[in-house]
């Protein structure tokens, strides 16, 4: 096996692992694929965002820290009022859940352009994913300077591999969720995971 083969595997498993812990972003994916809703734009943002973001990490990462010193805290703080507001919506939401997945239900979803913008809230405003692309990628990718393309290209494979994997395969699960209870764990549990992740953002910096 030729060497840059081994780097785009370094950096599909690299990245895999990364990406498969519970996020809001993974929860939000989720649930779009639950309903069956914009699943391909929503995968679709997620993945491409996952590859300009491992792209700069790889190609470009110091010089990106230097470019725009506060982005760290920019993010974090911006992250977590976004993820407290969703975070209560949520809560809200399990509170009031009546219904499982039915056409009532889906008529009432949000529009189109609310979901891409709630999508692209998710993945920019989430400082985890700028640790995970910019930081740990960028940082890994280093030990393979000859090979920088085959690693990035392993990287963003693996995050179109798992967001089209979790928002087509969320499909299997949708006769549990035509059960009203479902839905109010689903929320209660994606409320929890938001508003973990802020309180993480906040007070362990």
Same mark, same amino acid.
Request: charged share 5%; glycine share 8%.
């Given at each position: 096996?030729? $060497? ?20 809001? $972003? ?8 639950? &309903? ?54 949520? %809560? ?15 008529? $009432? ?74 839905? &109010?764990?689903?929320? %209660? ?17």
């Amino acid at each position: 096996m030729s $060497q840059s083969i081994l780097v785009l595997l370094t950096g599909f498993s690299v990245s895999i692992s990364l990406i498969l812990a519970i996020g809001a $972003q993974n929860a939000f994916v989720l649930r779009q694929g639950l &309903k069956g809703q914009y699943v391909f734009s929503v995968t679709m943002i997620c993945a491409l965002s996952d590859a300009l973001l491992i792209a700069l990490g790889v190609f470009g990462f110091h010089w990106l820290l230097e470019l725009l010193p506060g982005l760290d805290d920019i993010a974090r703080y911006g992250g977590a009022a976004f993820l407290l507001v969703y975070g209560a919506m949520s %809560f809200y939401s399990a509170w009031h859940q009546s219904h499982g997945l039915n056409p009532a239900h889906m008529q $009432q979803q949000p529009s189109y352009r609310d979901t891409i913008i709630l999508c692209l809230g998710f993945t920019w405003l989430n400082p985890h994913v700028y640790l995970d692309t910019l930081v740990l990628i960028g940082s890994v990718s280093s030990q393979f300077p000859q090979h920088l393309l085959a690693f990035a290209s392993g990287a963003i494979s693996a995050s179109l591999v798992f967001f089209l994997s979790l928002g087509y395969g969320a499909s299997l699960l949708r006769p549990l969720f035509a059960l009203p209870l479902a839905w &109010k764990i689903l929320e %209660f549990v994606i409320g929890i995971v938001m508003w973990l992740i802020a309180f993480q953002l906040l007070f362990n910096h």
